[in-house]
């Protein structure tokens, strides 16, 4: 599976910017898929999850009501609708898919196997 994540930007706080994640490969319905980020000098972080069928997504603390994951398996590409936009939300955003079909969807960037390019997302204040 190849991914390539697009839509990152520049926007003022408060602003709103939507992440986009195409993936090649007819297997992409049935992988996890996550959302993660690094700022510079930091760790990269987990952002967002969503289960193969979309039925059951997790969020960091740091997100959750202003950020939403969603998935189109005939598009093969999975979304991050961010709103509500902060300075420490600055972050290069890298979308990556758990191929190991397991039941729980994990929120540990090691247990993704497949990593998009990263594109950044800066947020001034």
């Known amino acids: 599976v190849q991914l390539q994540a697009y839509g990152g930007g520049l926007v003022q706080a408060g602003g709103s910017l939507r992440l986009s994640c195409a993936a090649s490969g007819s297997t992409f319905s049935s992988y996890h898929l996550g959302w993660f980020r690094q700022a510079p000098g930091k760790e990269r972080e987990f952002v967002t999850t969503i289960s193969w069928s979309g039925s059951r997504t997790n969020y960091a603390d740091s997100v959750k009501g202003r950020f939403t994951i969603s998935r189109d398996n005939a598009k093969n590409t999975v979304y991050l609708q961010m709103n509500s936009l902060k300075p420490e939300d600055t972050a290069v955003y890298y979308c990556?898919?758990?191929?190991?079909?397991?039941?729980?969807?994990?929120?540990?960037?090691?247990?993704?196997?497949?990593w998009g390019q990263g594109t950044q997302v800066t947020v001034s204040s």
């Open positions: 990556a898919a758990d191929s190991s079909r397991d039941f729980t969807v994990s929120s540990a960037y090691t247990s993704y196997d497949y």
